[in-house]
């Protein structure tokens, strides 16, 4: 799984905000802010090896439920990866639900 590279967190006056550039910014007019734990989750996709990885992240990073802690990072990437700011996560190929 990758991010979409013409996409990039900043952090701007404290709030981490996710960032078009090039041609996505022709398809976004604006920027999306993240919770901490969305910049977190976007932090790990480019090197994490799949979804339950990053949920193991999540569980040492933060005090959350392992249940809590699935349904953010499923639900999270799952909306990024409909819209393409992230890519090739193979638990969503297919259009399989989770």
């Known amino acids: 799984m990758k991010t979409n590279k013409e996409y990039v ?3 701007i006056a404290g709030e981490p905000l996710l960032i078009p550039t090039g041609m996505a910014s022709q398809k976004l007019n604006g920027m999306i802010r993240l919770t901490e734990t969305a910049a977190f989750i976007w932090k790990q996709v480019d090197t994490a090896s799949d ?6 992240k999540i569980l040492q990073e933060f005090e959350v ?9 499923y639900g999270f990437l799952r909306e990024l990866y409909i819209r393409g700011i992230v890519e090739d996560i193979p638990e969503f190929a297919g259009g399989q639900k989770l």
């Open 9 to 11: 967190l900043r952090e």
């Open 51 to 56: 979804l339950e990885e990053i949920v193991e």
């Open 65 to 73: 439920d392992e249940e809590t802690a699935r349904r953010d990072v």
